[in-house]
C-alpha cells in the first residue's frame, strides 16, 4: 500500500514499439543538427560581454524609458555605436557599448552616466560591466575547452562503466543535441556568454543521465533476455524506464519554468536554454541514442551476453 507510487505518468503494461521510428528519428536529428552548424557560421552566435568585450550599463529612469531621447544625449557624448534596448520593466534600459581597457572604460561609464542623466533626470545607473578584448577571447577559448573536456570525460565514463557502443553511440548523440542548442540560441537571439556555457554543461549532464538509466536497463536485460532480439530488447528497456524518464524530466522542467518567465534578463536566457535541453536531451535518449545502441550493437552485443 505504501509503496505504490501516486502518480505514473504511462501505464505499468504500456508497450510502444519505439524503435519502429528509429531512421525517422534519425533523419530528422541529423537534419536538424546540420540546418543548426549553417545557422552557427551564419548569421551565427550572439556573443555576450563575456566573449565579445566591451561594456554593459543598466540603467533605471525616472520614468517610462525615452529611447529617443537617450540617443541624441549618447550622441551629444560622442558615443554613437552603442546598443539601447528594453528589458523587465518599462523603466529598465540596457546600453552595450564597445570600448577599451583602464581608464578609457570609465571615461566611457561616466559620460553613459551623464548623458542618460541629462535625457532624463532622475535616472540611476545599477551596474556597468566591462570586459577587454583579451580577456574575453581568452574565456572565450577556456568556454570550448570546458565543453570538449566534458564530452572527453562523458565518453570516458560510459566506455569505462559500458561497451564501447554505448559510449560511442552516448557522445555522438551529445553532440547532435549541443549542435541543436546552438542552433536555437541563434535563433532566440540569446546572448552566448559563460552563463550559457554553464547552461550547455548542464543540459550535458542531465542528458548523459538519462542515457545512463536506460543503458542500465539495456544491460540488465541482456543479462534477463538472452534469446531475445536486440530490437525488442531496447524498446522494453525503454518502455520500463519511460515512467522515470518522464517523471525527472517534468521535475526538472518545472523547476526551471518560473526562472524562464520571470528571472529577467540575467537568467531568463539561461532558463529556456535548460527547458529546451530538457526536451532535446529526454527525446534523443529514445530517438537517438537507442537507435544507434541497435545499429552499433546488434550481434555482437547480444554474443556477450551468452
Known sequence: ?????????????????????????????????????????????????????????????????????????????????????AFGAPNDVLIRLDAGDGQETNKVVDSVRHAVDEAQPGTTVLRADAVGASVSSELFRNGMLALGLSLAMILAYIWFRFEWEFALSAVITLVLDLTKTMGFLVIT?????????????????????????????????????????????????????????????????????????????????????MLFGIVVGTSSSIFIAAPLLLFMGEGRLKKQSI
Open 1 to 85: 500500500m505504501f509503496g505504490r507510487p501516486l502518480l505514473r505518468f504511462v501505464r505499468k503494461d504500456t508497450h510502444i514499439n519505439f524503435m519502429r521510428g528509429r531512421f525517422a528519428g534519425l533523419i530528422t536529428s541529423a537534419v536538424l543538427s546540420l540546418a543548426s552548424i549553417g545557422l552557427f557560421f551564419y548569421p551565427g552566435l550572439t556573443l555576450g560581454l563575456d566573449f565579445r568585450g566591451g561594456i554593459v550599463v543598466e540603467a533605471k529612469t525616472s520614468g517610462p524609458a525615452d529611447f529617443g531621447k537617450l540617443r541624441t544625449a549618447l550622441a551629444a557624448h560622442n558615443i554613437t555605436h552603442a546598443s539601447i534596448q
Open 189 to 273: 537571439g540569446f546572448e552566448f556568454d559563460l552563463v550559457m556555457v554553464a547552461a550547455i554543461l548542464t543540459i550535458l549532464g542531465y542528458s548523459t543521465n538519462d542515457k545512463v538509466v536506460v543503458y542500465d536497463r539495456v544491460r540488465e536485460n541482456l543479462r534477463k533476455y538472452r534469446t531475445m532480439p536486440l530490437r525488442e530488447l531496447i524498446d522494453l528497456s525503454i518502455n520500463e524506464t519511460l515512467n522515470r524518464t518522464l517523471g525527472t524530466s517534468s521535475t526538472v522542467f518545472l523547476a526551471a519554468l518560473p526562472l524562464a518567465l520571470f528571472g529577467g534578463t540575467t537568467l531568463s536566457g539561461f532558463a529556456w536554454t
